[in-house]
């Protein structure tokens, strides 16, 4: 069985930053494009960036410069380090993954094979 699980989450203030992890387990492929996702209540989920198993990132242009990507090199866990947080940066973040084994340039929630249950990021003074 597929398991993502993410953590990290909490309350921040504005301009602070937090580190989300998504621990994977049980994925049987090699190939993968792994990604954190946000969604508001009442909004649509949407895609923050991506990665491949061949290391390449997609980052959404929102949140280009300060949000970064990455994995460990057992490849088990994602990482997305955001800085310079926004209030607009507020929602509940989700790891997803692809087994298609790439990131299309428009990847979106519906490319996603598996989710994990989120983490509520919250950023407010």
């Known amino acids: 069985e597929v398991q993502l699980v993410e953590s990290g989450g909490g309350l921040v203030q504005p301009g602070g930053s937090l580190r989300l992890s998504c621990a994977v387990s049980g994925y049987p492929y090699r190939s993968y494009c792994m990604g954190w996702f946000r969604q508001n209540a009442g909004e649509p989920r949407e895609a923050v960036a991506a990665?491949?198993?061949?290391?390449?990132?997609i980052v959404s242009n929102s949140v280009k410069g300060r949000f970064s990507i990455s994995q460990d090199n057992a490849k088990s866990t994602l990482f997305l380090q955001m800085n310079s947080l926004k209030p607009e940066d507020t929602a509940k973040y989700y790891c997803?993954?692809?087994?298609?084994?790439?990131?299309?340039?428009?990847?979106?929630?519906?490319?996603?094979?598996?989710w994990g249950k989120g983490t509520l990021v919250t950023v407010s003074s």
């Open positions: 990665i491949d198993s061949d290391g390449t990132t």
């Open positions: 997803g993954i692809d087994k298609k084994g790439y990131c299309d340039a428009d990847v979106g929630p519906n490319d996603m094979d598996y």
